[in-house]
């Protein structure tokens, strides 16, 4: 099981170099098409029509087939498609490539939960915080590796090629460590899932946090390049800054959840990513910028993890269609939040827009007491 366990690991940590190596890039990316924030946040939406599109069959396809395969499968378009982002001629090209990355993304979201929630069963303690430590630190790698792109102007499509070749190989090498059995489900189960109370009030956590994973990836370089002085790879700092401190935190989260339960560590970490998104807002200097975004990674680190830990186990429904019921609800907010946040940044300014992370976080708080899910 041990062997297992790395092998998941190893995919949360190309999950995160992939998406880092994508949201990284963006300001780059903006820059070549010449579009402002409202077109680039239109831009941005294709990734949740994508995802979206995904989320209602990704369960049904977990239960059908192993998650082992779609693991693979879902690595390999993740990392094919990644490549094509640098010959966007147009937005809307930009848009359709967005589209099917999304599907991809979330349905390796599901796949590699799913052999998660499995592994965390046969520990029989917590342990889904470390994957998802994983998937941080992947981002951390991620966002380094744009940054040193971008300091040495390494093209896009270099940049995003050599991502596809190292990681299509490492996940060939890896799949064969992946668990062939998921738990077990009943093949009758509907395609379609409503989620109950308990699994909609998971959801709607996780859309508050979500919001402010995504809207960080896709909108924290941007926002930090804005009271940069200078061209240089301190744009990816803050996005850096922030993966490392979801990592940390997720590596403790495990230990977290066990010592202070569920509820008041989530009230904890609200508290804390809505003054981090505080400083970094109303002490726009890098140096506070970079801090307030290294809190907001640390107050967002351990709550979804622990919603999926919860999802999976669900007694209502397998665990693949748990866990696509639960992130259709949360994954909403990681993928709609960037495109909300670029058209509010067009009415206003970024800056204003990005208060919406601070609101949210804080609304984790009274949610945290309110659902049922200890």
């Known amino acids: 099981m041990k062997t297992h366990r ?8 190309i999950n995160g170099i992939v998406f880092a190596s994508w949201a990284s ?17 239109g831009v941005l939406l294709a990734l949740p029509l994508g995802s979206l599109t995904t989320l209602p069959i990704a369960g049904w396809l977990t239960t059908r087939f192993k998650s082992r395969s779609l693991v693979v499968f879902s690595v390999l378009l993740s990392c094919a498609i990644l490549p094509m982002i640098a010959f966007a001629p147009s937005p809307f090209v930009l848009g ?3 589209f099917f990355f999304g599907f991809a993304n979330d349905l390796l979201n599901i796949s590699m939960n799913t052999q998660a929630v499995a592994i965390e069963l046969a520990y029989k303690k917590p342990i889904m915080s470390s994957f998802h430590a994983l998937f941080s630190l992947g981002g951390m790698f991620g966002a380094g590796i744009g940054g040193f792109m971008e300091e040495f102007e390494v093209s896009l499509f ?12 490492v996940v060939l090498f890896v799949q064969k460590h992946l668990l062939n059995t998921d738990l077990e489900h009943d093949d009758s189960h509907p395609l379609f899932a409503k989620p109950d109370a308990t699994l909609l009030g998971l959801g709607v956590i996780a859309f508050c946090i979500m919001i402010g994973e995504g809207a960080m990836a896709d909108w924290s370089a941007v926002y930090l390049k804005e009271y940069l002085h200078s061209q240089s790879g301190l744009s990816t700092a803050g996005y850096t800054a922030f993966s490392f401190a979801m990592a940390l935190g ?16 989530l009230k904890i970490n609200g508290l ?14 890098p140096f506070f910028i970079i801090l307030g975004f290294t809190l907001v990674g640390l107050g967002l680190s351990t709550g979804v993890p622990l919603v999926y830990s919860l999802a999976g186990k669900s007694k209502t429904m397998p665990a693949g269609i748990a866990l696509a019921a639960v992130t259709t609800v949360g994954a ?3 993928l709609i939040g960037p495109p909300i946040i670029g058209f509010l940044a067009q009415l206003s300014t970024l ?7 601070a609101v949210l976080s804080a609304s984790v708080i009274l949610l945290a007491g309110r659902a049922k899910i200890e």
């Open 158 to 169: 270099q940049h995003f090629a050599s991502i596809f070749l190292v990681f299509s190989v």
């Open 25 to 41: 890039r963006i300001p780059l990316i903006q820059e070549n098409l010449q579009i402002n924030h409202a077109v680039l946040g």
């Open 250 to 265: 997720r590596f403790g989260g495990d230990w977290l959840t066990a010592r202070f339960g569920a509820i008041l560590l």
């Open 6 to 13: 790395i092998a998941v690991s190893i995919i949360f940590f």
């Open 272 to 285: 804390v990513a809505c003054v981090g998104m505080c400083i970094a807002l109303f002490l726009p200097f």
């Open 351 to 357: 800056r204003i827009a990005l208060g919406l992370i």
């Open 332 to 334: 909403t907010g990681f």
């Open 96 to 98: 359709s490539i967005l």
